[in-house]
């Protein structure tokens, strides 16, 4: 499954090893909150997936939630960044299309991931307020 911190290829080694631990512990929940439901998994179960310990979870994630809701954060950062990249001026909806196309095409592969994640969400009340 593809996770939102598929961008690492142009990282330093060590900023590489964090996102990809950080996205191993990502696909580990969200196979778990699909499998399990998201109130059922627990942090230990994710830890045990990834091949973390619970410690090193929390070193990446404050909490279960965070852990989901971080592919919509990561959305969110991702089109405000590809807007503000865009010239000063007031862009036209053709110009917006334009400098949003390769993101959307980013999470339009991923759209099995997007699925997932939503229903996930729809399942959980504590999920629908923290998303609020």
């Avoid at 339009?108 to 994640?117: H, P, T």
Wanted: hydrophobic share 45%.
């Amino acid at each position: 499954m593809l996770s939102p911190f598929s961008q690492i290829e142009s990282l330093p080694l060590k900023q590489r090893k964090h996102e990809l631990v950080r996205s191993e512990i990502w696909n580990a929940a969200i196979g778990l909150f699909a499998e399990k439901g998201f109130e059922s998994t627990t942090v230990d179960q994710i830890a045990s997936v990834a091949g973390v310990s619970p410690r090193t979870f929390f070193r990446y994630f404050a909490s279960k939630e965070e852990v989901i809701l971080q592919g919509i954060d990561t959305y969110g950062d991702d089109l405000l960044a590809a807007v503000a990249a865009m010239p000063p001026g007031r862009p036209s909806l053709a110009e917006i299309c334009c400098a949003t196309k390769p993101l959307l095409a980013q999470y339009v592969v991923a759209e099995m991931y997007v699925k997932v994640v939503m229903r996930i969400i729809a399942g959980s009340q504590t999920l629908q307020g923290a998303q609020m």
